[in-house]
């Protein structure tokens, strides 16, 4: 009876060890390894920095794979979690991404995209708070205060949860089975 129970305080604490591993391994700069192909005729590029206990993201939207024609900028901000291991992704842990405010800029004039995208009322260049409101496909942080995602480190590179089409990963239902783009570290100069 003893040896099971130091087994099992062995394999409690190795899970906890784990989850810290993970932890201190994501901090730190990260940015996408290269313009990111959304399969819709645009491209993303995302930059994160994971602090011990919060996260930003910005992501860049481009109407090319050069990323010479910028159509705006999300960008977000707030505490997050990680968990245990990710049965559904080898290596993967479960990660909670908690939104305490989120942003939108614009960076085109283009008539025709801004109606597309539902941000008739955004100026350019002006960062507009949407944390409230939203704006069209970006929810208020009421509406979806946190991502249920997954992180994996590997050879050295960051990879979260791929989205789903729906762009929704506010459940654990809608935990992604699948990676995303890798990410790869922003070195300290």
């Known amino acids: 009876m003893k040896k099971i129970a130091l087994i099992s305080l062995f394999m409690i604490l190795m899970g906890a060890t ?15 390894a290269a ?7 645009s491209f993303g590029y995302r930059v994160f920095e994971i602090k011990k206990d919060s996260w930003t993201v910005q992501t ?3 109407r090319d794979k050069n990323m010479k024609k910028p159509i705006f900028v999300f960008f977000a901000d707030g505490p997050y979690s990680v968990g245990e291991s990710y049965s559904k992704i080898e290596g993967a842990n479960k990660a909670q991404f908690k939104f305490s405010h989120k942003y939108v800029t614009l960076l085109t004039n283009n008539f025709i995209l801004k109606r597309m995208l539902g941000f008739k009322s955004l100026k350019k260049d002006v960062k507009t708070d949407i944390s409230q409101n939203g704006i069209s496909f970006f929810k208020s942080v009421a509406a979806a205060p946190e991502e249920f995602d997954v992180v994996k480190i590997e050879n050295k590179m960051l990879y979260l949860g791929a989205r789903p089409k729906d762009n929704d990963l506010g459940s654990e239902e809608k935990r992604p089975t699948k990676l995303n783009f890798p990410l790869i570290r922003v070195e300290n100069k």
């Open 60 to 62: 860049t939207i481009y």
């Open 18 to 32: 784990l989850m810290a591993d993970v932890k201190s391994d994501i901090l730190g700069g990260w940015k996408s």
């Open 35 to 41: 313009a990111e192909d959304f399969q819709n005729g």
